[in-house]
């Protein structure tokens, strides 16, 4: 009698553990959103349970769209600070205009 209860114990503590682990599965693509400060996080936050009660159909379409946003540099993938290749790119044509105006000032023989 003792070891009936024993496992009826342990088959509703297994069945638990499973569907919280596939909640908390499921919820990964909300948590990523969360953590990246995602503009469309309500969005993935819903779908997620849409996806729970589809059996996963949109899951891996959740995980890259909450992928797809970086706070530092939005949609793109563009590098994270534009502007310094820009200020090189500068610094080498001032050079090179500095050098050209220099070479225009020479007397020529």
Avoid: C
Avoid at 70 to 96: C, I, N, V
Avoid at 103 to 109: D, G, H
Wanted: hydrophobic share 55%.
């Amino acid at each position: 009698m003792t070891l009936d209860y024993v496992a009826l114990f342990l088959l509703i503590a297994i069945i638990s553990l499973v569907i919280y682990g596939t909640v908390a599965v499921y919820g990964i693509p909300h948590e990523i959103a969360k953590a990246r400060n995602h503009p469309h996080q309500d969005a993935i936050g819903a779908a997620t349970w849409v996806s729970l009660l589809t059996l996963g159909a949109l899951w891996p379409f959740l995980w890259i769209w909450a992928l797809a946003y970086r706070p530092d540099r939005g949609w793109g993938f563009a590098k994270a600070d534009p502007g310094a290749d820009m200020t090189s790119a500068l610094a080498e044509l001032k050079y090179r205009v500095a050098s050209l105006e220099q070479r225009a000032k020479k007397p020529v023989l």
